[in-house]
């Protein structure tokens, strides 16, 4: 790798991820940097238009990043750009593969691989289901509602007023609903167990964008009969591992976005202290 240019983008994500603009010294300490290529670094990024110096000497990024990531995510099809780790998956696991997005209380299939086995969940691209009984529906509301227990309960009820019992699976009381997608964000994936269809069960779970946004859900579809305890395991591995491919290629990052929260808190926190 070009290690100029490896340098040049750390100095750029460290501008980025801080809550503040920088100074040479610090951007310097941050990255175990010498502090006169630090400051080479940012005064190239400077006359790249990425970087500007502040009147005191500090660093702050540009919007020029966010013109060029515009253009980016406006040019990308997450059908697209999902499709491939679809193919894998479901060569993987035989199963019927779907990409979902949700649509007010509804899911919306994008794009599917049909399983080959004779006996299959069907469904068809352009179709709904209520978003509350499928696997894929409710990791995208999941990952939609607010984290705090009161909002998200609120917001359910608003969302999705009316929970209609399509099986006798079916959930019917948003508060055991809100219990299961709690769960669903605690363990990363979700399952519906014959919930809108009998004898039908799926898994599903988020794909993210780069801005860390749920925007549409892998699902996997089977016959009950195949979904069986021993072996959801080789099933769900596989299934986070094509969604989580499919948010890197939208840009998804969760460590730096982590990072970026982390050190946000922390310049709070220190705003807070001077106050």
Not at 58 to 75: A, N, Q
Request: net charge positive; with cysteine; charged share 20%.
């Amino acid at each position: 790798m070009d290690k100029t240019l490896v340098k040049g983008m750390a100095v750029l994500e460290f501008l980025v991820n801080n809550a503040q603009a920088a100074s040479v010294s610090e951007v310097a300490h941050g990255l175990s940097l010498l502090p006169s290529n630090a400051h080479r670094t940012l005064q190239t990024l400077v006359a790249l238009g990425y970087v500007r110096q502040a009147s005191d000497a500090r660093y702050e990024p540009t919007l020029r990043l966010f013109e060029l990531g515009s253009k980016v995510v406006g040019s990308l099809d997450i059908r697209h750009v999902a499709h491939q780790a679809m193919a894998t998956l479901a060569n993987e696991t035989l199963e019927t593969i779907h990409l979902v997005v949700r649509d007010g209380a509804q899911i919306v299939y994008l794009d599917k691989i049909d399983s080959p086995q004779p006996v299959a969940a069907y469904s068809r691209i352009g179709g709904r289901a209520p978003a509350q009984c499928v696997a894929s529906g409710k990791v995208l509301l999941a990952y939609s509602m607010p984290p705090e227990k009161n909002r998200a309960v609120a917001w359910l009820r608003q969302t999705v007023p009316a929970l209609k019992a399509y099986t006798a699976n079916s959930h019917v009381d948003h508060e055991i609903l809100l219990t299961d997608l709690m769960a669903v964000r605690e363990q990363g994936y979700a399952m519906n167990q014959g919930e809108w269809r009998v004898d039908v069960s799926g898994l599903g779970a988020p794909v993210f964008d780069g801005r860390g946004q749920v925007v549409g859900a892998l699902g996997m579809s089977m016959p009950s009969s195949r979904a069986l305890p021993d072996r959801l395991p080789e099933l769900i591995a596989p299934l986070r591992i094509a969604a989580a491919s499919t948010s890197a290629l939208l840009g998804y990052r969760p460590d730096a976005m982590a990072s970026g929260r982390r050190v946000l808190n922390e310049g709070q926190e220190r705003s807070m202290m001077k106050t």
